[in-house]
């Protein structure tokens, strides 16, 4: 299954990453190559170039790492498109920006209005955390594509569950599969094995392993559950009046069916 690039920019692993080197480049790149406007905006009588630049680094640092860590958490409940993820980077280069061209008119440039300080401020950032941004997304890009080389050589009826950091945790025939439960933060694969219920529990969401269940057959009864119509033994109404499916495997809880995946349940019965 082709994985969602964003998806990958999105993960924990590359947030903390994303946080650490683009600040860390932009400082590197302003101390040893020293471009004209940002030098001249951080040689100050009172403060060193390499002073100024370790203050503005520590800005990128402490704003990135906020940015980066609301976008993860919306990513963990809503889809992020490619645009909106291009949308959020250029707006964390503006505020950015206007958090560098704060610290510089408080410390030295007060003759300088602070929208022309934010301008030229976001114009460099734009110029110099591009880089960062490109290798970032490149070097995910290509070690995303890797992998599904890797895994095309594998067997495609296979279902295969990944957690929230793309690591394969685990792997089996999708008819094994009763039905999977979601539970805030982590969903439990309730399988067959050796004619023995079993369940494995697994770090993630049902919006990620979505795509990949209805694929194999698995169908959508409610917002917290995914079932296999291969092990419902009945679908009736509870004594709250409520549409349900029970298992034809005992010891299970009847799973409930929401109005609108009624019909396409019991189609496929």
Known sequence: MKKNIVKVLLSGASTIMHSMIVPLFALI???????YAFYNLLHMEHASFAFNATIVFCIV????????????????????SKPVYLVWCIGEMLVTSLFISLYLVLMDHKEI??????????????????????????GLALHTKENEDETTVEDT???????????????????????IKSED?????????????????LRSSMRALEESLAKHGLVRCHRSY???????????????????????????????????YQDAITKLL
């Open 157 to 179: 009826s296979l279902l295969r569950f990944h957690d929230e950091y793309n690591k394969l945790r685990f792997v089996i025939a999708p008819q094994a599969v009763m039905f």
């Open 29 to 35: 790149f302003t101390i040893y190559y020293k471009p």
């Open 185 to 201: 933060n982590y969903v439990q694969i309730h399988y067959m094995d050796k004619g023995k219920t079993k369940k494995f529990i």
């Open 61 to 80: 640092l402490l704003t990135i790492s906020i940015t980066r860590g609301w976008l993860y958490l919306i990513g963990k409940y809503k889809e992020v």
């Open 226 to 260: 995914f079932i296999n119509p291969a092990f419902i033994r009945i679908v009736h109404r509870d004594e709250a009046g409520l549409i349900v499916a029970d298992l034809n495997q005992d010891g299970y809880e009847s799973i409930p069916i929401s109005r609108k």
């Open 113 to 138: 209005h602070f929208f022309e300080l934010a301008g030229t401020s976001f114009v460099m950032m734009m110029a110099i955390c591009v880089y960062p941004y490109a290798f970032l997304w490149l």
